[in-house]
């Protein structure tokens, strides 16, 4: 199967449709450009031999949906990709104007180059390479194509949920994001997930003079830093009960994984602007994939100035963002939370400003390997296996809703931009994309389920 | 003697002499018509029979001084006060010009009708008085009238160490601040000293994310609070070492003085903005007259906005401001805190933003129940003894430096609105103020120093 010879023929072509698809707009946020730009991938599925194609309507904007059917007996993969784009931004900022794409030193410049027209396209442009070169797909392929991405994906989960069966899958899979530093490529098995809740104390009607009022009236930051502390210890242990109850260790094969992932604390250190940082590779990996955090996002409570300011403050306010692991159910951790300060603080309200659930998939799954192989085969890079990143993406929708696998395997440069000005895409990067994707349907023909 | 008669008979004249010091600005902070202001209060002390009238230079404002010798074995009387303002404020909020005094409903408008010219004024006319009635003072007196009171009394210290010995006296008496409400007079017998400090904690170059480097960067929020809760307990015990050695217990005699006060729970609770206040009156005094506190005026970390954000972030500080009591020494406590920081966070860095020593004259010296007599025979109001104020004024001033007792017995209405639009002075706290200052003079003659 010569993947790459066909990709070499088709150059210029491949290039000319992901322009295409750069030159039209879609920013969600703003309405603008959405549904003309739905129309758009439906004609390039439809091109690439892709024979189902519809547009479905959600309350929002549409999702193209696309379906290549090789035989109810094959594995099906579902790909997944999103056509919407960010707003933007500072258009000074920008080299060159955000919806003429162009190419510089190796680079397509454009909003969307890398998130997420870029990858969704090498998708795209996989199966109109594998049909040139094989005549015909060895398993179902299915796409879904959503226009809601940059405003939260909104209604995903409620989509998938409906149309349960017409998404049945095997796999999910996603490029998006970026790859690792200098050009290696990974497959991601998870995202840990989220709970963001604000816990507020409103102490008096007005600030007080902290001379005159000094000792009379009690002081909300003191209140609420003592609920914090029957939260979690000085050595950093969450101490709400049943916080931990749900934390699943990490396998043999995944504690595997991450001793061959790459580790430079030089790095480390440089990436999160602390010199003083201290810890070996599985440290480092066990604390990002496998550890839920209790972070304070934001404490505030009276005078933040310059100077003194000789005040009781009213009012004391703190951000706490989790992120969860395996097994925690964000929406029993808010349970668990909101049931600690009704126990210890009852005057503290909570209150819950954002939540997704965790999502991995197994590190044994028969395909993991060889998808591996076909990034590193493509790229020609040394390819890793991730468990889990240490951000959040709303993973579940696959692994919980739908019930299926799914691996993240990022396309784009680590220095894309994506949400920035001059975002852009490495040209090879787009070749290269399309190889691993033929790759992947390749492999996946062989594999037993 | 008949102090009041001979005020009914001036009452124009004196109204007069007020409103012209009134008239003239004397903004320090903006050095507006300062040395104006000083020439005329020289006037006003020569017009009223100070034999001595100097202006003596300081390195910003110059001090207004008089003095009226009787006899080397006479008791002597310091009357302290300031001819300097607060700026006007927004001018849209006076109902008439804050330099163009104006009777309205019995109350003078005026910047400064309250603080403090109408109340140094008021100390003037009381000699002027005396001196009708009885042709000659019992006891020396002397005014130091400064004119940086507003902008933090930054020399006086020094000034009074310099003149140690032309200041001598033995008893140091101010009418400044509000009495207690509905009229009720009080003589005030020290104040809460201060000390300001900055906790701050750098950690990382710049917020990180919470999600992708969550559990790798140390959250300075966390750090701060693990620290502040070495320092003072969950109920509300200050854990440093040594912080409550000096701490004096109030005197039998300050106690009773306590059960005397008077005391109205609603009223604290309207006043703090706190429905829920419970304390005895004998707890209220106690925690704010002889308790230092240990007070957090603002924290602030991260993100303090609506909604979501999703960092560690990059630092942490706290602003705490102490209130200390009898005998504890700002420089000392300093030194404790920095001590604690050093040895539980030496990452935290401590910076002093002010201090201010405390000071409380003794209930027992002979002269403060008859001035007690005088103010009550003269506003026709009960009045009280508080041994301490909650707040902090540079009394140490007289008590340390000088090392003289020193009563404050304010002579403005509680409602004064100094440092505010619309500043004003009940016209009767006026003419019973000059009659206040000429009963203390009458009294000091027969104590036994
Ligand atoms: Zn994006
Ligand atoms: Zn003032």
């Known amino acids: 199967m010569d993947f790459r010879r066909v990709i070499e023929a088709n150059r210029e072509s491949y290039m000319d449709e992901l322009f295409e698809v750069l030159n039209q707009k879609s920013i969600s946020a703003q309405n603008d450009g959405i549904r003309e730009c739905a129309e758009l991938m439906m004609e390039k599925l439809k091109g690439s031999g892709i024979g189902h194609v519809e547009l479905m309507e959600t309350e929002i904007h549409p999702v193209v949906y696309g379906e290549y059917h090789v035989s109810d007996d094959a594995p099906t993969i579902l790909v997944y990709g999103h056509y919407d784009v960010q707003p933007p931004g500072p258009i000074e900022e920008w080299e060159s104007p955000p919806f003429e794409p162009m190419i510089r030193e190796g680079r397509i410049y454009a909003r969307g180059a890398g998130d997420n027209k870029g990858q969704i396209m090498a998708q795209i442009m996989a199966i109109r390479t594998y049909l040139e070169a094989e005549g015909e797909l060895p398993v179902n392929v299915k796409f879904l194509i959503e226009g809601e991405e940059e405003i939260g994906s909104v209604n995903l989960d409620s989509f998938v949920a409906q149309h349960r069966e017409k998404l049945k899958a095997d796999l999910v899979y996603t490029s998006d994001g970026p790859m690792l530093p200098n050009g290696h490529p990974y497959v991601l098995l998870g995202v840990r997930g989220m709970l963001y809740v604000e816990l507020a ?79 070996t590779k599985a440290e480092y990996y066990r604390k990002l994939c496998f550890e839920p955090t209790f972070n304070i ?135 290269s994309g399309i190889e691993t994707t033929c790759r992947v349907i390749a492999e996946m023909k062989h594999i037993k389920l």
Chains 1, 2 share one sequence.
């Open 201 to 279: 104390l409103r102490e008096a009607d007005f600030d007080n003079h902290s001379g005159n009022k000094g000792n009379i009236v009690p002081n909300p930051a003191w209140k609420l830093m003592d609920l914090l502390h029957t939260m979690r210890s000085a050595d950093g242990q969450v101490l709400i009960e049943g916080f931990h109850d749900t934390v699943k260790a990490p396998t043999e094969r995944e504690m595997e994984l991450i001793e061959k992932l790459p580790f430079d604390l030089e790095e480390v250190r440089r990436n999160v602007g602390h010199a003083g940082i201290e810890m």
């Open 297 to 431: 996002s934001g404490f505030t409570s009276g005078y933040g100035g310059e100077g003194a300011k000789t005040i009781i403050p009213k009012d004391a306010k703190v951000k706490i963002d989790m992120r969860l692991v395996m097994d925690q159910d964000p929406d029993v951790i808010f349970e668990l939370v909101r049931d600690h300060v009704a126990k210890h603080a009852p005057d503290v309200s909570v209150k819950k400003l954002g939540q997704m659930s965790p999502s991995r998939s197994s590190a044994d799954l028969p395909f993991i390997e060889p998808i591996r192989k076909a990034a590193e085969a493509s790229f020609g890079k040394k390819t890793f296996i991730q468990p889990s990143m240490g951000g959040s993406l709303p993973d579940a929708v696959w692994t919980k809703v739908l019930g299926t696998p799914s691996v993240v395997v990022p396309y784009a440069n680590v220095d894309e931009a994506n949400h920035s000005p001059n975002e852009n895409l490495v040209v090879e990067h787009f070749y």
